[in-house]
């Protein structure tokens, strides 16, 4: 968890000044994972993958009794790669193969209206232009559901 917190904030070093000179809520996607995002584990249960695609995560937790749909980073081959994965409390249920992850669970009305707005299968991590807005005024209400323990930056954490 260390590896991924530590490279995400190096990824992030270049765009702080958004935050602190112009008062972004968030730098970038890796840091608003780390500001909202939590951490969930893999257990003996979890289906893992070598890859997941977006949309089967997607479709996976829409399909899964309780199950949220998480999008975020995880640590895998020495690196951190965007991802997605269906979790359920703190547990991943379905997702790629990995060492750590860290992410945002997304509500499904959330998902969709940003999903169709930008025509992709991912909602945070496309770095598409019109999530500018997200990193300036942060997430809107409703968009972040329960799940994952308190992540880096969380209140308490």
């Known amino acids: 968890m260390e590896e991924l917190t530590a490279a995400l904030t190096e990824l992030e070093a270049p765009f702080r000044t958004l935050v602190d000179d112009s008062e972004w809520a968030h730098a970038s996607m890796e840091g608003l994972v780390l500001d909202v995002g939590s951490w969930w584990t893999a257990n003996a249960r979890t289906r893992l993958q070598p890859q997941v695609t977006f949309s089967d995560a997607f479709s996976e937790a829409a399909r899964h009794q309780g199950g949220v749909y998480v999008e975020g980073y995880v640590w895998t081959d020495g690196g951190p790669v965007a991802a997605a994965w269906c979790g359920q409390g703190d547990v991943v249920v379905y997702g790629p193969r990995a060492h750590a992850y860290l992410g945002v669970p997304l509500s499904p009305h959330f998902c969709r209206r940003t999903q169709q707005r930008n025509g992709t299968a991912a909602v945070l991590m496309s770095k598409h232009p019109k999530l500018l807005p997200l ?23």
């Open 135 to 157: 990193l300036r005024d942060g997430l809107p209400r409703g968009a972040v559901l329960p799940g994952g323990k308190p992540g880096p930056r969380s209140l308490g954490a």
